[in-house]
């Protein structure tokens, strides 16, 4: 894995060289104009839609105006947003191309967020509109994350919240009050029927550096003659790759006959991360290509065969030389919601050539493309050379990705199997075999009859709008982590 990497960076990095002698680019930008000259640099040089954004064109930086055009914004933010390809920003109605890239004024924070660290009370929410036409906001606490803040107060799964600080959530404050203050008070609510009403409970939290473990809940379900493995996973972190190797080998050492993965808050993460999971679950496709990568024209079109290959990622049996252990399954059972995203994503669709995937859920969010951390510096992929002068960096995407069949168009999200939607009046304790979800799941692998949960009108239509993992800088993430970096 680590070698078909370097293949793809020492690549951009040989054509970047070349192609910066060929536009002078390597003739410093005034002072004033060191970040915003990065942002354009960048995103002309390695961003999936760079053809079709007329300011990303080769040569811009050539044009008399061009500093002039720099200098027309004075927030690099707004610069990058108006070169992205139909951003979600500015076509937030549901026809935005771009709903995923974004930049940072300080990389060390967002090297941070993309090893699962973050500033966090540890409550896992979700925020909805109170209804499709209301810029009301509701907040559903999804988990508790373990040895944060939160851990230690009255505030669980299923707990609902309208107002921060007596201040009620809408659409245009939920950010202010959530992202911007580490410390605050959640003002629970109940649902009466009608309406979101406060309960008169509040919450003050505080918000810690935390690390999570992606690995919330990894047991055995015994049901019959199955013997059930279950795996919790939030979030495709490197760093966590051994102890996910851990994990599989405590299922495989108790012999399961099946597996269900849950990846219902799973936002993604690192590709490599996803493609050691998915080696976990199979064993016996090592080598065999998982998926294939796209990157944009201007790199793609003088690609050689041998080029083209090192853009495959394959199949893997080891760890930087540890085995892994793998469970060598022919089905698996994914639960998703529609939060979970990328690397998740890619999980389902690289195995579904190969496996009987079997999702239970809800509809996955779409993210096909893929992104890597771009810094001002000489080779842009790496801190090599990194200008002092400021800390911006950008997460822009830079890839599509499909499966081994070359299947990679699901930007309306991956649809299960057999839907089930996830709601806060019956969200039960996760891990539980009576959860709804993993109740579903577990039927279909013993013909047993689900329970049944809530699926009429007795509870509103709350649109989701976004969630903690996204608020707190994880975002929506499938991204290969600084392969050169050794």
């Known amino acids: 894995m680590k070698t078909t990497l370097k293949s793809v960076l020492f690549l951009f ?3 970047f060289s070349l192609q910066s002698c060929e536009d002078q680019d390597d003739v410093a930008a005034p002072a004033d104009l060191q970040i915003n000259n990065f942002i354009w640099r960048g995103l002309n040089e390695v961003y999936l839609w760079q053809q079709d954004v007329p300011n990303l064109a080769d040569g811009r930086n050539l044009q008399p105006d061009f500093n002039q055009f720099l200098r027309g914004y004075s927030h690099p933010e707004d610069l990058f947003q108006d070169l992205l390809n139909r951003p979600v920003s500015k076509y937030p109605n549901g026809d935005a191309i771009d709903r995923f890239s974004w930049i940072v004024e300080d990389y060390t924070v967002l090297e941070q967020e993309l090893s699962g660290v973050t500033k966090n009370n540890g409550v896992d929410f979700r925020l909805s509109r109170v209804s499709s036409t209301s810029n009301d906001v509701v907040g559903f606490v999804r988990y508790i994350i373990p040895n944060s803040d939160a851990s230690t107060k009255a505030i669980k799964r299923g707990d609902l919240f309208t107002s921060v600080n007596g201040t009620k959530l809408t659409i245009s404050n939920y950010q202010q009050l959530l992202l911007n203050q580490d410390s605050y008070t959640l003002d629970l609510a109940d649902y009466n029927g009608t309406s979101y009403v406060l309960n008169g409970k509040s919450v003050a939290l505080t918000k810690t550096v935390l690390e999570e473990n992606p690995i919330f809940i990894n047991k055995v379900i015994t049901s019959g003659s199955h013997k059930i493995g279950y795996l919790m996973y939030n979030g495709f972190y490197s760093s966590y790759d051994d102890r996910l190797n851990q994990a599989f080998g405590e299922l495989k050492s108790q012999g399961v006959t099946d597996l269900i993965l849950d990846l219902r808050y799973n936002g993604g993460g690192a590709v490599p991360s996803a493609i050691r999971l998915s080696s976990m679950i199979t064993g016996q496709f090592d080598t065999q290509v998982f998926a294939k990568t796209q990157f944009n024209a201007k790199w793609m079109k003088d690609m050689t065969a041998d080029d083209l290959e090192s853009l495959n990622y ?3 049996n080891n760890i930087d030389g540890k085995p892994l252990n793998s469970l060598n399954l022919t089905t698996v059972y994914i639960i998703t919601t529609a939060s979970t995203a990328s690397a998740s994503e890619l999980v389902i669709n690289g195995l579904k050539p190969y496996v009987n995937v079997v999702q239970v859920g809800e509809t996955t969010i779409g993210k096909n493309v893929g992104s890597y951390t771009i810094y001002d510096s000489e080779t842009l992929f790496t801190k090599k050379g990194i200008n002092p002068n400021h800390k911006y960096a950008m997460q822009p995407l830079v890839f599509k990705i499909s499966n081994s069949a070359g ?40 013909g047993s009859t689900a329970k049944r949960t809530l699926n009429d009108n007795s509870e509103p239509d709350t649109p989701y709008l976004t969630d903690s993992k996204i608020i707190n800088g994880l975002r929506h993430g499938m991204y290969i982590q600084n392969p050169l970096k050794n």
């Not at 299947?407 to 709804?436: A, C, I, K, N, R």
């Open 13 to 15: 990095l040989f054509a």
């Open 314 to 316: 394959r199949f893997v």
């Open 407 to 446: 299947f990679g168009d699901y930007q309306q999200g991956l649809q299960p199997t057999y839907p089930q939607l996830e709601h806060v009046s019956t969200y039960g304790v996760l891990g539980d075999t009576s959860e709804p979800l993993l109740n579903l799941a577990i039927s279909k692998i013993t």
